[in-house]
C-alpha cells in the first residue's frame, strides 16, 4: 500500500534532516530547499540518493532539476525562461508551484524555488499517495 | 611525499567492496608538526584513505572511465585515536550508485575495534562542464593501481579476477612500452 502524505512528509523530512543537518522543525512543508535549507548543489544528489532508499524509488536527474529545459535556447531568452518554457516546465514539474516564478522567470532563480512541500508531492506521484 | 593514505587493498569487490590496509608510521611528514610531542595520525587523512579507498572502488565500476570526486562527507565520526604503530583496515562499502556517483560508507578498524566511521558521498564531473579534463595521467594512474595490488584481488561479482581496463592498458603501453 501507498505511503499517506503524512508517512511521505516523515520520510522526506528524515532525509533532509541528515543529508543537510538539520533539526526536524526547521524543515517544513513551505521551506525552500536551497533559500531556507541551505542546500547547495551536492546536496541534491545526496538528498536524491537517500530519497530513492527511502522510498524504493528512481529519480531521474531531470525531473527534479529540469536543466536541459533551463539551458535550451528554445526555452530561454536574455536569461528569461519564454512562455513555451514555461508551459514545458509545468508540463515536467507538475508538483511544484511555479506562479510564483512565472511572475519574474529568471532562469537563476529557479534553484530557488523548490519546497519541502514540491518534493513531498513529487515522491507522492511516484509513490501512487492517494490521501 | 606521495598524496597516498592507504597502502594496498587486501580485498576488492567489484561494485560492492574493498578492503584495504593503512600501516601508520612514524616516518610520515604529518607527524612533523601535527600535535608536536605526541603522535597522532590526523583523522582528516584517515578519512582521506577512505575516501581514496571507497573513490577507486566506485571509479571502478565504470571502468575508471568516470571522473569520481568527493563531494561530500556526510558523517565522520572518530571513536579512537591512532599513532605511530597502528595498522588501521578500512573498508568501504558502496552503498548506492548511479551515473550521477555514489554514497560509500566506510568503516577504519583497529585491532578489530571500530576506530571510526564515515559516509561519503562522491559525484561524476559530467563531460557537459568537464569535457576534456583528466583527473589523472592515465598510466601513472594505472600504475598506482598495480602498487595498490587492486588487481592482485579484484574480483567481479562472479567471482572473477578483474582485469586492468583496455584504455588504462593502452596508456602504459604507449609510455611505457609494456
Known sequence: ?131 | MRWIWIDRFTAFESGHRAVAVKNVSFTEEQFDDYTPGYPLMPSTLILEGLAQAGGLLVGEHYDFKERVVLAKVGKAIFHELATPGDTLTYTVVIEDIKPDGAIVRGTSLLEGRLQAEVDIVFAHLDDERFQGVDLFIPEEFSQMLRMYRLYDVAKDSDGNAVEVPEHLRAAEREVYGV
Not at chain 1, 524543515?27 to 535549507?37: F, K, R, Y
Not at chain 1, 529540469?66 to 508540463?91: C, F, N
Not at chain 1, 537563476?108 to 506521484?125: A, H, I, K, P, S
Request: glycine share 6%.
Open chain 1, 1 to 131: 500500500m501507498a505511503p499517506n502524505k503524512d508517512e511521505v512528509f516523515a520520510k522526506v523530512q528524515e532525509a533532509l534532516v541528515d543529508a543537510l543537518g538539520l533539526d526536524d522543525d526547521e524543515v517544513t512543508a513551505n521551506a525552500t530547499m536551497v533559500g531556507d535549507l541551505g542546500a547547495e548543489s551536492i546536496d541534491f544528489l545526496d538528498i536524491v540518493f537517500r530519497l530513492e532508499k527511502a522510498f524504493a524509488i528512481e529519480i531521474p536527474r531531470s525531473e527534479l532539476f529540469p536543466e536541459d529545459i533551463l539551458t535550451s535556447a528554445d526555452y530561454v531568452q536574455d536569461g528569461k525562461v519564454t512562455e513555451a518554457g514555461i508551459a514545458e516546465l509545468k508540463a515536467r514539474m507538475s508538483f511544484a508551484d511555479l506562479s510564483k516564478f512565472e511572475q519574474n522567470p529568471v532562469v537563476q532563480e529557479f534553484g530557488n524555488l523548490l519546497t519541502v512541500g514540491d518534493l513531498c508531492r513529487y515522491v507522492e506521484t511516484k509513490v501512487g499517495t492517494t490521501d
